[in-house]
């Protein structure tokens, strides 16, 4: 079986963001840029689905500029075959992304197609879900286990109550959730296999895909802040605080 | 301009999140209509109905949508969909599955996790794990929108009465089947909807430590929550993950206990409306969002704050 992995380009974790000053968006000149760490857990779990010899191929597929292409090497060195970069300095919304994961699931036809839950940019949650209704397939969100059988997969999933078990046909579309691996590091030997992997890049008119952005941002604000606290010294003091002075409890 | 808003429920109760969402809905200024898809759920159809501002409440009664799957609740949605402007759920895991299907079904985009209504169109909603604030408009016939709950105070809960009117269920789909869920089972409030919160990270080392805080949960009434690597660890069930990624919470009273203050987990909690940090690292971040600090050992602060209280 073939499986198709998103793998998308971001600001690190670990940086600390800043808002442009005139509010037209968050500065990414000069930042760190990885891949979203939820898409590290879905090449993760596309490469032990391959050492299980469950899967035959593993795509990765990333959208964006010419850069995006590090992100591409970083699935290869971790273990999947080849990429796709779909190249465009166009801003893409997740319809945008579907809409191109769609046309390269018609022309690829993978058993499944893993994506992470979350962007942690535009933390818009919604790609997964929407290829799988582009497509009319079954999907597996927030999964934290993956059964892959040969026409269909048990996938336990994340929810608010706890956790949820579901059975989908294949083919399906699966979103990462942090339980449900812990990504490798590539070896060097393997970063150095992966600079020999090969790599299509399409673009998005090529494809068809009007990718007109359909929310236009008006403007990007920095968040309320917080006022500095205080330090107490004792246990007491700070039940003292919280009772006459927060009047919380 | 109508608005249709799905209900959260558990085919038993109405759950609070409904009505932050027809708070939410309030400011579009539209009537709203609200959703009861589940199963032997009258009792649900019957408290929405009580909520005051909605005008009807459509009633899918059937085995279809005894689970939240999202193939099933997307096709009702989509068949309802002509004639609403905007169609809402609450970003709980059951919204964030089921719109971006609906979405995109009707090839317009989805505005996730709104915080801010300012007009019909246009929306605010964090990005960067809030640490950003965007305000977007969206050109699209139909708005489909999940809200960030804990950004509007909830509607009441009685004095209204809707008409019920039933809908008649879509096919099921056969792609997807329900096979069990592990809810875990507790006493005490719900951690979206708690007024106090007490969380615990790594710092308390162990899944047995952890238990520790039950104690203190009980003198305050508390939900208890934690942080990404408490659960990672196996010391709370993701259930508690407060975070980014996890759940946004915005208590009266939120305790942080043996946890740094990472990004991700301020992303989840610093809305709360007073902050206490335990942590035994004064240069933990955690203390640059707190109100009251104590830097302490959290094995001889937390037995005394339990003593104290
Ligand atoms: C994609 C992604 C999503 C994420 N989503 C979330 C999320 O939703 N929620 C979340 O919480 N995190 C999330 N994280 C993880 C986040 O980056 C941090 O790793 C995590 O929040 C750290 O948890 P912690 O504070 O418990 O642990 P640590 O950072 O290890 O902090 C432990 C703290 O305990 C203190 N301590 C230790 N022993 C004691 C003691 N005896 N007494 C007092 N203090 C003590 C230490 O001083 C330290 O400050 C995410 C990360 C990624 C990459
Ligand atoms: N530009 C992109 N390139 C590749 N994958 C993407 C892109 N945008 C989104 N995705 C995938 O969709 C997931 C969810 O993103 P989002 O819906 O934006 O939160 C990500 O974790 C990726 O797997």
């Known amino acids: ?249 | 301009m109508t608005t249709l808003i799905l209900a959260e429920h558990d085919n038993a109760s109405l759950k609070p999140a409904t009505l932050n969402v027809v708070a939410a809905a309030q400011k579009l200024g539209a009537p709203i209509d609200l959703l009861v898809a589940g199963h032997t759920c009258k009792a649900v159809a019957e408290a929405a109905a009580k909520i005051p501002g909605v005008a009807k409440v459509k009633l899918a009664d059937d085995a279809a949508y005894a689970h939240p799957l999202a193939e099933n609740l997307a096709a009702l949605l989509l068949a309802l969909a002509p004639g609403y402007s905007h169609i809402l759920a609450p970003a709980t895991t059951t919204g964030k599955n089921v719109m971006p299907r609906v979405a995109a079904k009707l090839d317009v985009a989805q505005i996730s996790d709104v915080c801010g209504v300012e007009s019909a169109d246009t929306f605010v909603r964090p990005i960067y794990a809030g640490n950003a604030m965007a305000t977007v408009q969206s050109k699209d016939a139909v708005k489909v929108i999940t809200v960030r709950t804990t950004a509007f105070d909830p509607a009441p809960a009685e004095g209204g009465s809707a008409a019920i009117e039933p809908v008649a269920a879509q096919p099921a789909s056969p792609k997807s089947r329900f096979e069990g869920a592990q809810i875990t089972k507790s006493e005490r409030p719900e951690l979206t909807a708690a007024r106090v919160i007490v969380s615990g990270g790594r710092g308390m080392a162990s899944a047995d430590n952890f238990k520790m805080l039950e104690a203190l949960a009980d003198k305050l009434g508390a939900a208890v929550g934690a942080s990404r690597a408490a659960v990672d660890a196996g010391f709370a069930p993701n259930d508690l993950q407060v975070g980014q990624t996890g759940k946004i919470v915005a208590p009266e009273l939120y305790v942080a206990i043996g946890i740094s203050g990472a990004i991700q987990h301020l992303a989840g909690m610093k809305d709360s409306k007073v902050i206490v940090a335990i942590n035994k690292d004064e240069e933990a971040p955690i203390f640059q969002v707190a109100d009251y600090g104590l830097v302490a050992d959290l094995f001889q602060a937390v037995p005394e704050l339990v003593k104290e209280l």
């Open chain 1, 1 to 249: 079986m073939k499986v198709l992995v998103a793998v998308k380009r971001v600001v690190d974790y670990n940086v600390k963001i800043r808002v442009k000053s005139d509010n037209t968006g968050v500065e990414t000149a000069n930042v760190k840029m990885s891949m979203n760490p939820f898409d590290e857990i879905g090449v993760e779990e596309a490469v032990r689905l391959k050492e299980a010899g469950k899967a035959t191929e593993i795509v990765a597929v990333s959208m964006g500029p010419q850069a995006c292409q590090e992100t591409i090497r970083t699935a290869l060195a971790m273990g999947a075959d080849r990429g796709i970069l779909v190249l465009t300095d166009a801003e893409l919304q997740p319809l945008a992304v579907a809409k191109i994961l769609k046309v390269l699931c018609d022309k690829e036809q993978p058993g499944l197609v893993i994506l992470g839950k979350q962007a942690i940019d535009d933390d818009c949650n919604q790609t997964g879900q929407m290829l799988a209704a582009l497509l009319d397939w079954p999907q597996a969100t927030f999964a934290s286990k993956l059964e892959l059988g040969v026409s269909d997969a048990r996938v336990t999933r994340e929810i608010d109550g706890g956790l949820e078990t579901i059975t989908v046909t294949l083919p399906a579309v699966l979103t990462t959730d942090l339980r449900l691996n812990e990504p490798r590091y590539a070896s060097l030997p393997n970063i150095m296999k992966a600079k020999k992997k090969p790599i299509d890049t399409v673009d998005p008119a090529s494809l068809g895909v009007d990718v007109a952005p359909r929310l236009s941002t008006l403007k990007v604000n920095e968040p309320a802040k917080r006022q500095a606290g205080v330090k107490v010294a004792t246990v007491a003091d700070l039940v003292a605080k919280l009772k006459t002075e927060a009047k919380v409890i």
